[in-house]
């Protein structure tokens, strides 16, 4: 699929100029790339800060490009992923954030924009204490990765219930469109349950789920309705778990840290967690380099038949999800 094709993905930014050296080697610029970048300047975050919806296009590799309904940047201009940089505020917590640079037709910087992995508070000071030019694809990848926490029943072949962390390459897990289907991949990680990281949780009941569910954030939950009460046109629906939140039933759990579990089949799935229908890991343009570096290079012998399909015609479009009860209206049209 050329990048044409390709859907966009959306990441909250703010443009380098609110973000400042105040007292450094580079006082008064704003945050740029790599090359320009003296550690242990001062940058302070202004008070008029206000993060955008930056949409783009990915690929294997930056450069990406910048979408069409994008609220900032010029639409199809080239967007580089250039480094990651540690920021440190007064209190010794560190923040990272994967700065990335819009270029002309001629290759020149025409802007530059930071993606906050953790939130940023508006009037303080952080201290630049590292530059990462070689980590930032894998960060941004991570983003978007589909991750069960520690704890999440899956439902086997048997109809049995796991735990996700109880599972190995092998099992039998049932998928709603090609019944049992081995696992040929696991992954873990664990990181700090903030920003971009800290996951969702679906409390018991919301969708009609056994138990609690905590997933990653663009984790996508999969929705049948029998009645069309959201007015998308189509019973069958993909929602993602930040697009239910609405601080009651569906929250962000945020502190400490999360231990994150993904899985792979032969094919993009749907399984079943807590009782609902969940998506598997979807290795794409994007989250192909959070792989561990021997399977991404191996990916084709270990899993031959994976196809880049993220049923994207199934995505539910953003501006019904814009709603408080956006969560009892799926649990509403999922019953009749």
């Known amino acids: ?33 790599a090359e320009e970048l003296t550690l242990d300047d001062i940058y302070h975050l202004s008070p008029v800060a206000d993060p955008a919806r930056l949409s783009l296009v990915t690929t294997s590799a930056s450069p990406f490009r910048i979408a069409e309904d994008s609220e900032i940047g010029t639409p199809g201009a080239d967007l580089h992923l250039d ?19 819009e270029t002309d037709t001629e290759g020149h910087a025409a802007e530059v924009f930071v993606l906050p992995l953790a939130p940023m508070a508006a009037k303080t000071d952080y201290v630049l204490v590292g530059v ?4 930032a694809l894998q960060k941004f990848a991570q983003i978007a990765c589909v991750s069960f926490t520690r704890g999440t029943l899956i439902t086997m072949a048997s109809g049995a219930q796991r735990k996700v962390e109880d599972l190995a390459v092998g099992d039998r897990v049932l998928t709603r469109d090609d019944g049992p289907q081995e696992i040929r991949w696991i992954g873990h990680t664990t990181t700090r349950a903030v920003g971009a990281f800290a996951p969702i949780v679906i409390t018991k009941g919301t ?45 962000r759990q945020v502190g400490g840290f999360v231990d994150y579990f993904q899985m792979l089949f032969d094919h993009h799935q749907i399984i079943y967690a807590a009782g609902i229908a969940a998506e598997s890991m979807l290795v794409d343009t994007r989250t192909r380099a959070a792989l561990p570096h021997e399977v991404e290079e191996k990916l084709a012998s270990l899993i031959p038949g994976h ?6 015609e199934f995505d539910a479009p953003e501006a019904l999800l814009a709603r408080p009860d956006i969560a009892d ?8």
């Open 207 to 251: 969708l009609n789920n056994d138990t609690d569910l905590v997933v990653s954030p663009d984790h996508r939950l999969f929705i049948y309705q029998r009645k069309d009460h959201l007015g998308a046109g189509r019973s069958e629906l993909l929602v993602k778990a930040r697009h239910l939140v609405n601080g009651a039933s569906v929250y």
């Open 329 to 336: 209206l799926l649990r509403r049209s999922s019953m009749g």
């Open 83 to 101: 480094c990651c940089v540690t920021l440190m505020s007064g209190n010794g917590q560190t923040t990272e954030a994967l700065i990335l640079v």
């Open 132 to 135: 990462n030019p070689d980590n």
């Open 307 to 312: 196809r880049a399909s993220s049923q994207s």
């Open 1 to 33: 699929m050329d990048s044409s094709q390709r859907p966009s993905q959306s990441v909250t930014v703010f443009r380098s100029a609110h973000l400042r050296v105040i007292n450094g080697a580079n006082l008064g610029d704003g945050m740029s790339f």
